[in-house]
């Protein structure tokens, strides 16, 4: 490898470097992150999953016959 080509590839590691540690210092002087409302996203994801399971409930015996019919045309 050429001198100048490892020298550029080192200057943009550093540059790099720097602005990840200016970056980082800006987060840690604007103090804690705010972290939402983590009750409500706990509620939407059992809303989910129970909607889910709803479904499959529902629609589970007519796609269990598509998925047995599909491998029956697949195995001819």
Do not use: C, H, Y
């Amino acid at each position: 490898m050429k001198p100048t080509i490892r020298r550029t590839a080192l200057t943009r590691a550093g540059i790099a470097l720097s602005m990840l540690a200016a970056t980082l210092t800006q987060r840690l002087a604007q103090g804690p992150r705010e972290r939402g409302d983590v009750p409500g996203w706990v509620m939407i994801t059992l809303m989910s999953a129970v909607l889910v399971m709803g479904l499959l409930a529902v629609a589970g015996p007519a796609l269990e016959g598509l998925f047995n019919q599909a491998i029956s045309r697949v195995s001819k």
